[in-house]
T-cell receptor, first 112, second 115 residues
Framework: DADVTQTPRNRITKTGKRIMLECSQT?????MYWYRQDPGLGLRLIYY???????NKGEISDGYSVSRQAQAKFSLSLESAIPNQTALYFC???????????FGQGTRLTVV | AQSVAQPEDQVNVAEGNPLTVKCTYS??????LFWYVQYPNRGLQFLLK??????LVKGSYGFEAEFNKSQTSFHLKKPSALVSDSALYFC?????????????FGKGTKLSVIP
């Protein structure tokens, strides 16, 4: 089983709809992140959380919100999806600053 | 603010030849540097990291990287490229002197190994 699991893996939704992407991890890490990947732009940080009571905006948080339901769960929501939110979304976890991040398999989101 | 530059969008190399994927960084504190690889339709896989110590770091699949503080670079290298190395490679940096633990990625370099 994967250490970092994202659901769904693929999703097509209509403009204006609310959608939630979910992430769960079995690594026991306290730090969790949401990134989006666009061709030619690399990975950009949307939100990050260092524990259940700590939520921080990243580089491109507008149009997104998150919820840290438990240490192992971190959800990303698009309140009203728009086409330029079409991208590949990744969840990641780390334990300490000097350790590598572990990534989920990604969620490919298409907003039509 | 921390940043990463990968100056080449694409690198082409013949199978069996050495490969280099370039990365330069900017952070205010001590840099923690990472390389990740992404195969089509897959998540990012960790290759190697530099935290402290020896400037030459060895990682998975025969890859290595050299930390150069004066040039603020962390280039990824492999002595002999394989066709299976073809993928998208990302360099990332974290500021070890700050408390935020944010990981900043470069835009990625597509490596194509030609048979």
């Amino acid at each position: 089983d994967a250490d970092v699991t994202q659901t769904p893996r693929n999703r097509i939704t209509k403009t204006g709809k609310r959608i939630m992407l979910e992430c769960s991890q079995t690594k026991g890490h306290d730090r969790m992140y949401w990134y989006r990947q666009d061709p030619g732009l690399g990975l950009r940080l949307i939100y990050y959380s260092f524990d259940v009571k700590d939520i921080n905006k990243g580089e491109i948080s507008d149009g997104y919100s998150v919820s840290r339901q438990a240490q192992a769960k971190f959800s990303l929501s698009l309140e009203s999806a728009i086409p330029n939110q079409t991208a590949l979304y990744f969840c990641a976890t780390t334990s300490r600053a000097n350790t590598e991040a572990f990534f989920g398999q990604g969620t490919r989101l298409t907003v039509v | 603010a921390q940043s990463v530059a990968q100056p080449e969008d694409q690198v082409n190399v013949a199978e069996g030849n050495p490969l280099t994927v370039k990365c330069t960084y900017s952070v205010s504190g001590n840099p923690y540097l990472f390389w990740y690889v992404q195969y089509p339709n897959r998540g990012l896989q960790f290759l190697l990291k530099y935290i402290t110590g020896d400037n030459l770091v060895k990682g998975s699949y025969g890859f290595e990287a050299e930390f150069n503080k004066s040039q603020t670079s962390f280039h990824l290298k492999k002595p002999s490229a394989l066709v299976s190395d073809s993928a998208l490679y990302f360099c990332a940096v974290r500021d070890g002197g700050a408390g935020s633990y944010q990981l900043t990625f470069g835009k990625g370099t597509k490596l194509s190994v030609i048979p």
